[in-house]
């Protein structure tokens, strides 16, 4: 990966306020560029465009002062969601390590305009959108309390998300051995009204993931399997910026899960 992983994700924020000079040049080239190699390990192929907001009339009730907007969209296969926001999310990360801010938009978009500019065709949907762009130096009033009533700034305690080998135990990061700083990083994804619907499960070199769920599915999908492939993530990358490799596989481990909790992906760690 070619930024800093943890560091990038401890300073990410939602940006909604942007100072109004759009991209630079030079900025623009690089994540144009960088969109042409996202890539997923779930094989989802997800088509990323970059669009002037005036030129398409984009735009978002909840943002002030972006020129430029990134979409996305993917064909309806297995795994779709989870691959499109673990691809949407790298991207997001790495327009953060060059100082361009994003937050990730569902429904608080001009959704016609949007998938009319990205050609949204049928079996194809688009989840997500960001404007992008350079922080303001103070937020919007509408920003200020949308973080606050969100609760942006935090998270679920580490245990209420993670567990030692069965959803009975609460994991402690100071047992999670290799993990503990995959899991942390992972528990600090931003997700659809910050409800953090990712689970995991920690059983010796392997880790189960699950969805828990409390959004109703959509015409563009589960929202929440997006979230989850945001933290899948945050997850692998810093395992692989710590130097470990593994792979992740489908095969339901057959836990008792809380209710609502329904089995998502596995990751195995082979070094």
Same mark, same amino acid.
């Given at each position: 990966?070619?930024?800093?992983? /943890?560091?990038?994700?401890?300073?990410?924020?939602?940006?909604?306020?942007?100072?109004?000079?759009?991209?630079?040049?030079?900025?623009?080239?690089?994540?144009?560029?960088?969109?042409?190699?996202?890539?997923?390990?779930?094989?989802?192929?997800?088509?990323? +465009?970059?669009?002037?907001?005036?030129?398409?009339?984009?735009?978002?009730?909840?943002?002030?002062?972006?020129? $430029?907007?990134?979409?996305?969209?993917?064909?309806?296969?297995?795994? $779709?969601?989870? *691959? $499109?926001?673990?691809?949407?999310?790298?991207?997001?990360?790495?327009?953060?390590?060059?100082?361009?801010?994003?937050?990730?938009?569902?429904?608080?978009?001009?959704?016609?305009?949007?998938?009319?500019?990205?050609?949204?065709?049928?079996?194809?949907?688009?989840?997500?959108?960001?404007?992008?762009?350079?922080?303001?130096?103070?937020?919007?009033?509408?920003?200020?309390?949308?973080? /606050?009533?969100?609760?942006?700034?935090?998270?679920?305690?580490?245990?209420?998300?993670?567990?030692?080998?069965?959803?009975?135990?609460?994991? +402690? /990061?100071?047992?999670?051995?290799?993990?503990?700083?995959?899991?942390?990083?992972? +528990?600090?994804?931003?997700?659809?009204?910050?409800?953090?619907?990712?689970?995991?499960?920690?059983? *010796? !070199?392997?880790?189960?993931? $699950?969805?828990?769920?409390?959004?109703?599915?959509?015409?563009?999908?589960?929202?929440?399997?997006?979230?989850?492939?945001?933290?899948?993530?945050?997850?692998?990358?810093?395992?692989?910026?710590?130097?470990?490799?593994?792979?992740?596989?489908?095969?339901?481990?057959?836990?008792?899960?809380? !209710?609502?909790?329904?089995?998502?992906?596995?990751?195995? +760690?082979?070094?």
């Amino acid at each position: 990966m070619d930024f800093s992983v /943890k560091q990038t994700i401890r300073q990410r924020v939602s940006v909604r306020t942007f100072d109004g000079s759009g991209l630079g040049e030079t900025d623009r080239a690089a994540l144009v560029r960088y969109m042409e190699r996202v890539t997923n390990p779930f094989d989802v192929p997800v088509e990323v +465009r970059l669009f002037r907001a005036g030129e398409h009339g984009l735009s978002s009730p909840v943002v002030v002062g972006a020129d $430029y907007y990134i979409a996305a969209k993917v064909p309806r296969q297995g795994n $779709y969601e989870m *691959g $499109y926001g673990y691809s949407f999310e790298v991207l997001c990360l790495w327009a953060r390590s060059l100082g361009i801010g994003t937050v990730l938009l569902a429904a608080s978009l001009s959704r016609k305009a949007f998938e009319k500019a990205m050609e949204v065709r049928a079996g194809e949907v688009m989840p997500l959108a960001t404007p992008v762009g350079y922080p303001a130096a103070r937020r919007s009033l509408r920003e200020s309390l949308m973080r /606050k009533g969100l609760k942006a700034d935090s998270r679920r305690p580490f245990e209420d998300l993670f567990f030692d080998g069965s959803f009975r135990t609460g994991l +402690r /990061k100071e047992a999670a051995g290799v993990f503990a700083e995959a899991l942390e990083m992972a +528990r600090w994804a931003p997700s659809a009204g910050n409800r953090q619907p990712w689970r995991g499960v920690v059983a *010796g !070199d392997t880790v189960h993931f $699950y969805e828990a769920k409390s959004i109703k599915e959509s015409a563009l999908g589960d929202v929440q399997k997006v979230d989850v492939g945001i933290a899948l993530a945050h997850f692998d990358l810093t395992l692989g910026e710590e130097g470990h490799t593994g792979r992740f596989f489908q095969a339901d481990p057959g836990l008792t899960c809380p !209710d609502n909790v329904t089995y998502m992906i596995s990751y195995e +760690r082979t070094k």
